[in-house]
Each structure stands twice: as C-alpha cells, then as structure tokens.
C-alpha cells in the first residue's frame, strides 16, 4: 500500500504566501523588547492616573490617549505571537508567546479596572460637560453614554479589577480546546477507493469531504470524527467549564443569563437570538427538501454526513489562488476602486494572507490584525471554489477592519461580533452573483458555483443555528444547576441535527453529535448565532446594492468605517437593514430556497 500523503512542513512555504510577521515585528528579540516596555509601562498606569480622574476633563483625556497607545502595543504583541503559532501549532516558542500576550492582555485589563467605576463616580452629567469643554475628549461621546447605559452592570473597582484578572486563568479553556484540535489530536489516514492512504489533518480534511471519491470521504470522516470521539470526556469538560465562565462572568454583572449577558453590551435585545432560532425552525423544510434533492443528485440510496458537500458538478473548476483573488476583486467592484485596489495589495503585495495549508496549521481560517497592523488573513487554501469563497470571507473581515482602522480611534476600532459577519458573508454574495452571471452558459460552473453556495449556506445557516441551539441548551442546563457530560450532549447534538435533516440523511449518532467538538466559537459566548443573522444582513444588503446605487454603496461603505463608534443594530441599519425583525432572514431564506429551485 502506498505511503500516507502528507502536508507540506511549515519550512517549505514560500515567503510569498505566508504572512507578513516583520510587518508587525522584526523578529522575537523585537518583540520581546516591546513587550518589556509594555509590560512596564502597565505596572505605572495606577500611579498615574488611579484617584485623579475627577481633577479635570485634561486629566481625562490624557488618560484615554495613553490608554490607545498601551493598547496599540498590546494588540500588535498579541497578533505577532498568535499568527505564529495558529500558522504552526508545533512551533514550541510561539506557543509561549502567544501565552505571555494573553497573559498580558489579562494583566492590562486588571490594572485599569479602576477606570470605568472611577468615571461613573464623576457623574454622567460632569462627564457629558468635560465632551463639549474638552477637544480631545469630543470622539468620547458614545463610549461615555455606553458607559452610563450599563452602570447597572459595571461593578466596583475591586471586583472590576478581580474580573480582570480571572481573564487570564479562563482564557485557558479556549486555548486547550486548540491545542487538542490541532497539536494534539492525531486522525488515521483516509483510504481511496484505489486502496491509496492520505493523511488526514485539520489543514485537508475539508478537501477530503470535497473529493467525489465517497470511500475517501467516507473513511476521512470517520477518521476525523473519530479523533474528537477519543477525547469526548476531556472536550466535554473542557466546554462545560467554558460555559460555567460565561454563567459567572454573566452573575458578576448581573446579568440573569449567559445570552443576556453576551447581547447586552452591545445593546441588542435577545429577541433577535429567538427571532433567528424560531425562523430557523420554521423554514427546516427548504432544508429536508434539498437533503432529498442532494441524495437523488448523487445517486444513493442513503445519505450520510459525508455525503452533503459532495460535489455535484462532473468536474470541479481548477481556481489558482491568484485566479481566486482576480475573481473576488471582479465580485467586489461594484464598491469601487479603492476598496478592490486595497483588497488586490493586500493579498498580493503586502502579503496579508497565510494561503496554504502545512503540518501544524490549525483548523479553519481567520482574520486577525490590530488597529497599527494590516489585516491579516490566516486559511488553508486549497485551489477549489470553496477555497476561493473562504478567501472571499476573510477579506471581507479584513476590510471591514481596514476601514475601520482607517477610520476610528482606538476606542472604536474593534466592531462587534454581531456585525462582524456581515461583511464577510456581504462579499461572498457578491462575487458569487458576479461568477454565475459572468459564466451563465456554463452549466457546470453554474452548478459547482450553486454547490459553493449551498455549503456556504450548510454552515452558516444550518450548522450554525444548530450549534445556537446546543449553546442556548447547555448554558441553561448549567444555569439551572443541571450536569453536563460527553454523553449528553452528544444526544442533544444528534437530536438537533435528526430535527434539522429530517429522514433525509441517516444520522450515526455519535459520529454526528460529537460534532460540537469541532467548533471554537463554542468557546465565545453566544458567537454562533451571528453568523445566521450575519449571512442574512449581508444578503440583503447585497441585493441592494446589486439592484440600486451609489448611494447604497455609500451607506455600506459608512458601515465598514464605523468600527464600534454606533451599537452594532444602529450600524446596520446605516447600511440599510434593520436586524431587530426577522425580515432578513426570511428574506435570505428565499435565497437559500432560490438556490434549490435553480
């Protein structure tokens, strides 16, 4: 039998597509230098300011200009030394980097605790004044009138400064969760109809589910899965523990849930989580219809997991990765020029994006960065239509950053989730709609670019609201004073997922409920459902740009450069859609159902 094919070492990627790390720092002893500096200058901060905010309106704002400068820091040393190690998870050293930045993160978090109850005590009315007296202060406004609408949940400097310092120790439960993902899961390889053996890693096992080869699939998932089964109990206890951080982190504040605790300081109303699940639910149909029509398409008799992203097409498109970003800046041009050349630099000038996946890479891809570096992108790129899409995602991550850095102040630079999925799920709207009119005459382009489109939709908009449902599920268990272990909620995964396939697919209940294992956003209270009402702000928004002009580019355009300067419905609402109803999601339901008629 032929050996196991593997990933390339990290070593043996070129320069050209890995990330511009000395953009950030020029090498460890740099970084270790600022590190210092920074370190040392946290330890001064309470001498400096702690009891003196209410002197004066300049005292004030001095304060908050050293506070973007510690942060700008701080930002850039976390970014250099967590790109390392998610680009290799093997890489000993930028393991310990990456612990020192989220050690000091923690630690400038717990030594300005004193800050915001230090404000409230100067009174909203004083501090309202000292805006308009005050230049420096002006941009402020909102972060003050912020601070005072959550008075209720800010507590006093002491418990502020515990709350600080907790983040440090709880951090940890995210970053076991990737270590045993990517460092220390080990999956069997996968076998071909042929008898050939390929590893199975998380940088290839979505190229695997892509293969027609159903032995390769099905092998590779039963590998994959499998991996996370070994380790149910310690990821089961591992989430459990995440999930009994958010309920203290929501009873500190005074929160009376994990979900009110995580929509609250960004002022939206937890009937937009219900909203979305009860769509959900109630659109499950349009999903058992294209189970069925996916299981006729391939010619089986059953459909099983491995089955659902199975290509369709009789080939699938070759996309190079500069065909990938020629297509995706085509898709984007009706935003104009800048935004495309900007898009087009970064990918392949200023090197944003770590492309291609290697031994070690962690699972999934991302956008980091900080207000200070570029934008950058960190995926698995590999040369299909669905890598190209991912690509399409992140840059839409990474330009909305980019506009924001651009455009706000420290203060506001870091949008929040909610919104954050919107400009990425807006640009793969757009250079999907671009790609089927462009190739209208190829009918299998049409369908591998209908294929691209259903998995993208199968994630955002079936896996995702699932896993919102497990997560709404496992906290109130844990808020009620109930036990969770591996077992449970596996069932309440597989019974989630039975509801959402219907008797279209059959279900291997422990295969298909460890499923939750695979997900770090699990990790972020409440992340999960944003990428639903994400999908659906940002097709709604698509729409109409591609129907109207200039002026909905503009208003999307002020949305992308509003960073977190306007609560995250408001900003969506400045681009045109108004999440607080269920309108978007039904109307990207009918997208969805478009996509199955077609």
């Not at 905010?53 to 700008?72: I, K, P, Q, R």
Request: proline residues 4%.
């Amino acid at each position: 039998m032929p050996e196991a094919t593997t990933l390339p070492p990290r070593r043996d990627i070129s320069d050209q597509y890995k990330w511009n790390a000395p953009s950030v720092f020029a090498s460890v002893d740099a970084w270790e230098a600022t590190f210092s500096a920074t370190q040392a200058r946290v330890a001064e901060l309470p001498g400096q300011f702690q009891g003196k905010l209410h002197a004066s309106a300049a005292g004030l704002a001095d304060l908050f200009e050293t506070l973007e400068a510690v942060y700008g820091d701080v930002g850039k040393i976390y970014v250099y030394a967590s790109m390392s190690s998610a680009t290799d998870t093997n890489d000993q050293t930028a393991a310990a980097l990456t612990g020192r930045a989220m050690s000091l993160y923690s630690q400038t978090a717990a030594t300005v605790a004193f800050v915001e109850p230090e404000i409230l005590t100067i009174g909203q009315e004083t501090v309202m004044q000292w805006v308009e007296d005050e230049p420096r202060l002006a941009v402020y406004a909102h972060h003050f009138a912020d601070l005072f609408r959550q008075q209720a949940h800010v507590r006093s400097a002491e418990v502020e400064e515990l709350l600080g310092m907790v983040g440090d120790p709880f951090s940890i439960v995210s970053q076991t969760a990737r270590l045993l993902a990517n460092a220390d899961l080990k999956f069997a390889p996968a076998t071909t109809a042929e008898g050939e053996q390929l590893s199975v890693e998380q940088g290839n096992v979505m190229g695997h589910m892509l293969s027609p080869d159903r032995a390769r699939r099905r092998t590779a998932h039963h590998s994959y899965r499998d991996g996370y089964l070994a380790l149910r109990n310690t990821f089961a206890s591992n989430l459990t523990a995440a999930i009994k951080r958010d309920w203290f982190y929501a009873r500190a504040r005074k929160h009376e849930s994990s979900l009110e605790a995580a929509l609250y300081p960004y002022n939206i109303p937890t009937d937009v989580f219900h909203n979305l699940v009860h769509t959900f639910r109630k659109n499950l149909p349009t999903w058992h219809r294209y189970w069925a029509l996916r299981r006729k398409a391939l010619g089986v008799d059953t459909l099983h997991w491995y089955d659902t992203v199975a290509p369709l097409a009789k080939s699938q498109p070759e996309v190079s990765y500069q065909q990938a970003v020629d297509w995706i800046c085509e898709g984007m041009a009706p935003l104009g020029e800048h935004y495309v050349a900007t898009l087009r630099r970064g990918c392949l000038e200023e090197r944003w994006v770590d492309v291609y996946p290697n031994q070690g890479k962690r699972q999934g891809a991302f956008s980091s960065g900080w207000r200070g570096t570029h934008p950058f992108i960190m995926m698995s790129f590999q040369n299909n239509l669905q890598a190209m899409s991912t690509l399409a995602h992140e840059l839409g991550h990474s330009l909305h950053s980019y506009h924001t850095w651009q455009h706000q102040p420290e203060v506001y630079s870091n949008y929040s989730m909610f919104v954050a999925e919107v400009a990425s799920n807006f640009n793969q709207a757009l250079v999907r709609a671009h790609l089927l009119e462009k190739y209208a005459d190829d009918p299998n382009f049409q369908i591998a670019m209908i294929e691209e489109a259903m998995s993208n939709f199968r994630r955002y908009f079936f896996i995702m609201p699932t896993l919102a449902r497990f997560e709404l599920e496992t906290h109130e268990r844990v808020e009620r004073g109930d036990a969770l272990t591996a077992d449970s909620m596996i069932d309440l995964m597989a019974d989630l997922l039975s509801e959402g396939f219907g008797d279209e697919l059959a279900l291997d209940h422990d295969r298909d409920g460890i499923m939750w294992t695979e997900f770090p956003h699990l990790y972020a209270n409440f992340y999960v459902f944003q990428y639903a009402t994400g999908i659906s702000a940002a097709h709604a928004l698509a729409q109409g740009i591609l129907a109207g002009g200039q002026a909905e580019v503009d208003h999307y355009l002020a949305f992308l450069k509003a960073g977190s300067s306007l609560y995250p419905l408001d900003a969506l609402k400045l681009a045109g859609v108004d999440m607080t109803t269920p309108e978007a999601v039904e109307q990207t339901y009918a997208v969805l159902a478009g996509y199955v008629d077609r």
